[in-house]
């Protein structure tokens, strides 16, 4: 079983559509978590960081259940500029190395 | 502030042939990160260091594949002798032990053919 799984998509919706990404983790252990977004043909570039409380930033919101072991992120009002892939990304503790999902890919359509 | 600087962006090369992809961090950081990205594949981590010292070493694919540190503001990594399957974006990152949530920041990759 991989660490970090994502739907791969394609997700299309249209402008102005709400739309919601999951992840599951399979290290309990895990300690902090992230959203990145990577655009065609760029680097990953980090998008929110994940709290246990759940946070939000603007039209993004992004939630953790440890108990399940499972992450999601909410997009609102869609924008075409959101069009990315988004990767799930969790941290074990300490200095290791962020483990990366394989991305979810978001089309957003005028 | 400049981030991680990767060079070259683009390298295109025959089989057999050494390649050195070149990293320096974003000064202040301590760790830093070499990853290979492939459509099949996703993101992988090759190796990476914290204050110069490799600690991670076992996502290197094979002996043809070294890295080396030898200061806190460069790193390089070097394919001999390069092959067809090595196609793909090498990617360096960086971050500090300081930081809280170990956030990583990316180069902007460089893209690597081998024909």
């Known amino acids: 079983r991989k660490e970090v799984e994502q739907d791969p998509g394609p997700f299309n919706v249209p402008e102005g559509a709400t739309v919601a990404f999951n992840c599951t983790y399979s290290n309990s252990a895990s300690q902090s978590f992230f959203w990145y977004r990577q655009d065609c043909r760029k680097e990953p570039k980090l998008l929110m960081s994940v709290y246990s409380s759940g946070n939000e930033d603007g039209r993004f919101t992004a939630q953790l259940n440890r108990a399940s072991q499972y992450i999601s992120l909410l997009i609102r009002d869609s924008k075409l500029s959101d069009s990315a892939t988004y990767l799930c990304v969790v941290n074990n503790g300490g200095n290791t190395p962020l483990v990366f999902g394989k991305g979810t890919r978001l089309s957003v359509i005028a | 502030d400049a981030g991680v600087i990767q060079s070259p962006r683009h390298e295109v090369t025959e089989m057999g042939q050494e390649v050195t992809l070149r990293c320096k961090p974003i000064?202040?950081?301590?760790?830093l990160f070499w990853y290979r990205q492939t459509m099949m594949r996703g993101l992988e981590l090759l190796i990476y260091?914290?204050?110069?010292?490799?600690?991670?070493d076992s996502g290197m694919p094979e002996d043809r594949f070294s890295a080396k540190m030898p200061n806190a503001s460069f790193s390089t990594l070097k394919i001999q002798p390069s092959e067809p399957r090595d196609s793909a974006v090498y990617f360096c990152a960086s971050s500090s032990l300081a930081g809280g949530q170990n956030e990583q920041y990316f180069g902007p990759g460089t893209r690597l053919t081998v024909t």
């Open positions: 000064s202040g950081h301590n760790s």
């Open positions: 260091f914290n204050n110069n010292v490799p600690i991670d």
